[in-house]
């Protein structure tokens, strides 16, 4: 039972470059989102999705886009990366929406650096 | 203002120590989870409650709802103890996670 997986670990972009982050998760939860962390700051909502085929957005969502085209699978696309988008990456996902009365389980993170 | 502060915002401890985290919040929420984050590494779930203390081995997690506060003790603190340990709740309303913005342990042998 793997959890909730992230691929990649790391990742080094040039402002204006485009990549995609793969959220990946087994428990079979409706409910996944992607955060970022940044430093002295706690996680921020950048998207959410409450079901496959469905997404909405968070907090900070702009300069990014997401997909949910399999229940399992949670993307999230820069389109032209630019340095503010450094920070480190966590996907979630939950039983229930926004973790209510469950719990939360994340990924290992993605660090992103955009130079 | 942040609704959910923490502190403090850096901590070093020497082994064996009793550490206590401070977590409070300034909305109404139904529950309040408390997650540990090791260098490089993901984020775990380690307590979520919404009245009382809970306990798992050697940390302990209390919450007062009248107050707005919340606890995080870790006893006989270890060095594998050190880690970002962050406070979340669930809001009454909205898009309704909201996350502090973390306490730094560090456990000297």
């Known amino acids: 039972n793997a959890g909730v997986t992230q691929t990649p670990k790391f990742r080094v972009l040039k402002t204006g470059q485009s990549m995609t982050l793969l959220c990946a998760q087994d428990?079979?939860?409706?409910?996944m989102y992607w955060y970022r962390q940044d430093p002295g700051m706690g996680l921020r909502l950048i998207h959410y999705?409450?079901?496959?085929?469905?997404?909405a957005k968070g907090e900070v969502p702009d300069g990014y886009n997401v997909s949910r085209l399999k229940k399992q699978n949670f993307l999230l696309g820069l389109e032209s990366a630019a340095p503010s988008q450094t920070s480190v990456y966590f996907c979630?996902?939950?039983?229930?929406?926004?973790?209510?009365?469950?719990?939360?389980?994340f990924g290992q993170g993605t660090r992103l650096t955009v130079v | 203002k942040n609704e959910v502060e923490q502190s403090p915002q850096n901590l070093t401890a020497q082994e064996g120590e009793f550490i206590t985290i401070n977590c409070s919040y300034s909305?109404?929420?139904?529950?309040l989870h408390w997650l540990q984050q090791h260098p490089g590494g993901g984020i775990v779930s380690l307590f979520m409650?919404?009245?009382g203390k809970k306990k798992h081995g050697r940390l302990i997690a209390t919450i007062n709802i009248q107050e707005k506060h919340s606890s995080l003790h870790i006893t006989a603190s270890h060095p594998r103890d050190s880690a970002v340990y962050i406070c979340?709740?669930?809001?009454?309303?909205?898009?309704?996670?909201?996350f502090g913005p973390g306490t730094r342990l560090s456990v000297l042998p």
């Open positions: 409650l919404s009245s």
């Open positions: 979630a996902s939950s039983y229930a929406v926004f973790f209510e009365a469950t719990e939360a389980f």
């Open positions: 999705s409450v079901g496959e085929g469905t997404t």
């Open positions: 909305v109404g929420i139904s529950a």
């Open positions: 428990m079979n939860h409706e409910y």
């Open positions: 979340a709740v669930n809001r009454n309303y909205g898009q309704n996670f909201v």
